[in-house]
Antibody, heavy 117, light 110 residues
Framework: QVQLRESGSGLVKPSETLSLTCAVS?????????WSWVRQPPGKGLEWIGE???????NYYPSLMSRVTISMDKSNNQFSLRLTSVTAADTAVYYC??????????WGQGILVTVSS | EIVLTQSPGTLSLSPGDRATLSCRTS???????LAWYQQQPGQAPRLLIF???NRATGIPDRFGGSGSGTDFTLTISRLEPEDSAMYYC???????????FGPGTKLEIK
């Protein structure tokens, strides 16, 4: 059973960089699956941010592409999200997720990130 | 970008009823690429259905998926109070963005 756990700062100032990490257990991050980030603004729906494959290949949501970087740390079996130049619109619960078959069977519990001075 | 539309926005039913939730895509997609999630308040989404028809591990057979082309349906039979939740459809696309979600249907069981 794959387990995911997000960690990182829950409060980020406007214009600064949001950084989150997803620790993976129960599977190797080098296994044949995509590792994703999804966010949900308070009271709103789900938005896919991007993903990284076991070989390091990435895909990002087009409107976020200029500000997003997803990377992996194989030695610690984790992957990370970095979002630069944040604004209040980036306030959301951020989930890491993974799965096969073009969907996500495994989710972290989510971490609320608030952008505020 | 493929846009997903879900209807109804809110559905209010009674225990034992049958719920029918609709998801429409702005372009035809492969049946392999459509999934459904349930989200309880304060919790992460839970995968219910993948590939239009396939129940995820541990999902009871009261949950069923169907559809093709641009029209997809999640059916929940014999509703239980714990089925009260938001339900999202999600599609995978080969062109950016790779994944998009519908706006969700709120299911209320009273």
């Amino acid at each position: 059973q794959v387990q995911l756990r997000e960690s990182g700062s829950g409060l980020v100032k406007p214009s600064e960089t949001l950084s989150l990490t997803c620790a993976v257990s129960g599977d190797s991050i080098t296994s044949y699956r995509w590792w994703s980030w999804v966010r949900q603004p308070p009271g709103k729906g789900l938005e896919w941010i991007g993903e990284i494959f076991h070989d390091g290949a990435t895909n990002y949501y087009p409107s976020l592409m200029s500000r997003v970087t997803i990377s992996m740390d194989k030695s610690n079996n984790q992957f990370s999200l970095r979002l630069t130049s944040v604004t209040a619109a980036d306030t959301a619960v951020y989930y890491c997720a993974s799965g096969n078959d073009y969907s996500w069977a495994y989710w972290g519990q989510g971490i609320l990130v608030t952008v505020s001075s | 970008e493929i846009v997903l539309t879900q209807s109804p926005g809110t559905l209010s039913l009674s225990p034992g009823d049958r719920a029918t939730l609709s998801c429409r895509t702005s372009q035809r997609i492969s049946s392999n690429y459509l999934a459904w999630y349930q989200q309880q308040p304060g919790q992460a989404p839970r995968l219910l259905i993948f590939g239009t028809f396939n129940r995820a591990t541990g999902i009871p057979d009261r949950f069923g998926g169907s559809g093709s082309g641009t029209d997809f349906t999640l059916t929940i039979s014999r509703l239980e109070p714990e089925d009260s939740a938001m339900y999202y459809c999600q599609q995978y696309g080969t062109s950016p963005p790779r994944y998009t979600f519908g706006p969700g249907t709120k299911l209320e069981i009273k």
